[in-house]
């Protein structure tokens, strides 16, 4: 018998004439691992909403079909039962945090189940002592790091001891340590407790291995249900682009085996080279837009954002930017890269003179932020913060954009148009923003800065939450409006993102900047930071940052007869 079963499902959210889900039919069995994947808007989130029991009781609308949970159906479940027996996490873990104190957070379920105190006592020992929380016992949870309010919000639910576990893009906020650390924990759930776990995720690089299965969603269809390594093969052979870096290259190659780590695409590397043959053409299968190559060298132009000896600290007494001297000319793309609170936001602020310097001078397009007033600096900064809802409060998403150019006192109201083409949100300029999926969403705040043509663009994580071929359409936008002369400031944790798009990386620790240089310069050289293609090729090749890099590499050992070695190291 299955955990759970899905069967001819289809479902219509309130007032909405399009289905959100169509046709799903689904089983789960106990201690599978299943990973799903698909576009912004997809279904994803609805199928995890349909297998907590939130759809349709919570959310309303119309469901059509029937789901099972261990033989019974859902919809006869008792629901302090089903609260107890499917836990979820959501993408945004402040929506989740209802208390003060993260120990008063992990008993909230617990006392809403009426357990007894002593049982209580032990549940938050000892998910707090597995989650390493303990240290964080009595702490404000206002005040916990992004990683850290995940790991309460995952501690809440584990708590209740729930036989599934559904995790819905749990590692969006998080930086690249963070999120290995939280999959860890996951892998370790399902592998060491034999916990049942569906997880939702679009940075498919950290966690596409640790899969059973792969659903891939479209349309709010599952189109592709099978194990990870064949689900690439299925993709790559229908344009799909739901594929981390190693498998997608392999994929495209056409070899006989897929890896899905760095350890087995090294392994695989060696083992293929003599005797491999290469299509030139197969790349052409991959659905991803082609990006222009970033340029090489920073730019040489007069500087649009300089910082000198930039110091600030918060109220609370929180040193987060520590003698920062930056200056990004005109033209560059640069990506800021760093932990949680490494100091990439404040900067960011900076820069938008949101925030004024408590030491030393940030000066934009030659104005210094202390002196400027912010209408003066609005007209030729664009900045888009990490919360796209602060920016929805029309009623449709063109009236957003018109907003903007209104405030601005522009009026020419053919650039929306424009703009809204270039986003892929035609389809719902008449749509209320808050009714969208969270990467259209996010596509919308968005448009709402771009509608207004800033010379400098400050972006704060504009990836999170939307899928790859979304991101790489970003990208190709971004890279467009960078060789047309806008000057792009952008904070991520996306390392893939910045070794594809990104002419210039900068590396923040602890309020400082660590490194500054080209993507190459930066990423080829970084442990932690690092995309995948280049830690799948160091040792054998420079100069590989994306799957193109290594594909062309491949190609020129493979058809030339050489071996796959670096110029400047000893065969």
């Known amino acids: 018998m299955s955990l759970m079963e899905i069967q001819n499902l289809t479902y219509y959210y309130p007032d909405s004439p399009k289905p959100a889900m169509k046709n799903i039919d689904f089983t789960l069995d106990e201690g599978e691992f299943i990973l799903v994947a698909g576009s912004s ?102 005040n916990l790091s992004g990683g850290q309010k995940q790991k309460v919000a995952l501690a809440a639910v584990l708590a209740m001891q729930p036989r599934l576990l559904i995790l819905d893009e749990p590692t969006s906020q998080l930086d690249p340590m963070a999120a290995e650390e939280f999959l860890n924990l996951v892998e370790r759930l399902n592998k060491e407790l034999g916990y049942t776990v569906l ?11 640790l899969a059973d299965r792969l659903l891939v969603m479209e349309r709010g269809e599952i189109v592709c249900d099978a194990p990870a390594a064949e689900a690439a093969r299925w993709q790559v052979a229908h344009a799909h682009g739901f594929i981390p870096p190693v498998a997608r290259l392999f994929a495209l190659l056409d070899c006989g085996a897929i890896p899905l780590t760095v350890k087995d695409g090294r392994r695989e590397l060696k083992r293929m080279l003599p005797a491999s043959t290469y299509s030139a053409a197969q790349p052409a299968a991959n659905k991803i837009p082609q990006r222009q190559a970033p340029r090489e060298k920073l730019s040489q132009n007069p500087a ?137 969403r996010q596509r919308v705040a968005l448009a709402s800065v771009l509608v207004a043509n800033p010379e400098l663009l400050l972006l704060d994580e504009p990836t999170r939450g939307i899928d ?48 500054d240089g080209t993507a190459r310069q930066v990423l080829e050289n970084s442990l932690f930071y690092s995309p995948q293609a280049a830690r799948l090729f160091r040792g054998f090749a420079d100069d590989v940052l994306t799957v193109r890099d290594g594909i062309e590499v491949v190609g020129k050992i493979i058809r030339t007869g050489g071996e796959l070695v670096n110029a400047s190291k000893p065969k």
Request: hydrophobic letters at 40%.
């Open 41 to 142: 808007g997809s279904g994803k989130s609805s199928l995890a909403r349909v297998l907590a029991g939130l759809i349709p009781d919570f959310y309303g609308g119309r469901l059509i079909g029937r789901v099972f949970f261990n033989g019974s159906e859902l919809r006869d479940a008792e629901r302090r039962l089903l609260c107890s027996s499917v836990g979820i996490v959501f993408q945004d873990p402040e929506k989740q945090l209802v208390m003060t104190s993260v120990e008063a957070e992990i008993a909230f379920g617990l006392e809403n189940l009426g357990l007894p105190q002593d049982e209580m006592f032990r549940r938050i020992s000892e998910v707090m002592s597995f989650l390493g929380l303990s240290p964080l016992q009595q702490e404000f949870t206002a």
């Open 199 to 209: 997880l939702i995720e679009q940075r498919l690089e950290r966690c596409f291995h």
């Open 304 to 440: 649009v954002l300089e910082a000198r000896d930039l110091w600030f600290t918060y109220p609370n007494g929180r040193e987060a930017l520590k003698g920062i001297n930056c200056s990004i000319g005109r033209g560059d793309f640069a990506v800021i890269l760093g932990e949680n609170a490494a100091g990439k936001t404040t900067f960011l602020k900076q820069a938008a003179g949101l925030l004024k310097p408590g030491r030393g001078s940030v000066a934009v397009v030659g104005k210094d932020t202390r002196a400027a007033s912010l209408p003066d600096l609005v007209r030729h900064i664009g900045y888009l913060s990490q919360n796209p809802n602060d920016y929805l409060f029309q009623d449709t998403v063109e009236e957003e954009l018109r907003f903007t150019l209104d405030n601005l006192g522009i009026y020419d109201h053919g650039v929306i148009e424009n703009v809204l083409t270039q986003l892929g949100l035609s389809a719902v300029r008449g749509v209320n923003p808050r009714d969208l999926s969270g990467g259209e």
């Open 468 to 515: 790859y071929l979304l991101k790489a359409e970003l990208g190709v936008l971004l890279q467009r409006l960078n060789r047309q002369g806008m000057t792009i400031v952008m904070v991520t944790h996306d390392v893939e993102f910045a070794a594809e798009y990104a002419s210039r990386v900068i590396l923040m620790f602890d309020g400082r900047i660590a490194s």
